[in-house]
Nanobody, 127 residues
């Protein structure tokens, strides 16, 4: 079992930046591919970014490509999402997710791929 706790959300003006963190506990962080998703009320949870367990491969939704960066520090059991040039449409609850027993260099992009989820952190971007 893995517990995930997100932090770093908040209110920011358009054009600003935030860095989200997701701390994992319970089991070794290695061999867990990680992802970030977001959700607004009334809509399905959507993929934002993913990273392989070894950090060697990353993938982004088109809507955030060039603005967001996913990274991980396995020694700290933490994954990050650096969000720059934020837009009002980035407003959502952001969730991190973990997929166990993943392979080196492989990332995952759908909610069905992931085994564990955090409780989410609110990001609000004002215009």
């Amino acid at each position: 079992q893995v517990q995930l706790v997100e932090s770093g959300g908040g209110l920011v003006q358009a054009g600003g930046s935030l860095r989200l963190s997701c701390a994992a506990s319970g089991r070794t962080f290695n061999n867990y591919a990680m992802g970030w998703f977001r959700q607004v009320p009334g809509k399905e949870r959507e993929f934002v970014a993913a990273v392989s367990w070894d950090g060697g491969s990353t993938y982004y939704a088109d809507s955030v490509k060039g603005r967001f960066t996913i990274s991980r520090a396995n020694a700290k059991n933490t994954v990050y999402l650096q969000m720059n040039s934020l837009k009002p449409e980035d407003t959502a609850v952001y969730y991190c997710a973990a997929k166990r027993l993943s392979r080196s260099g492989i990332y995952y992009t759908t909610v069905y791929d992931y085994d564990y989820w955090g409780q989410g952190t609110q990001v609000t971007v004002s215009s």
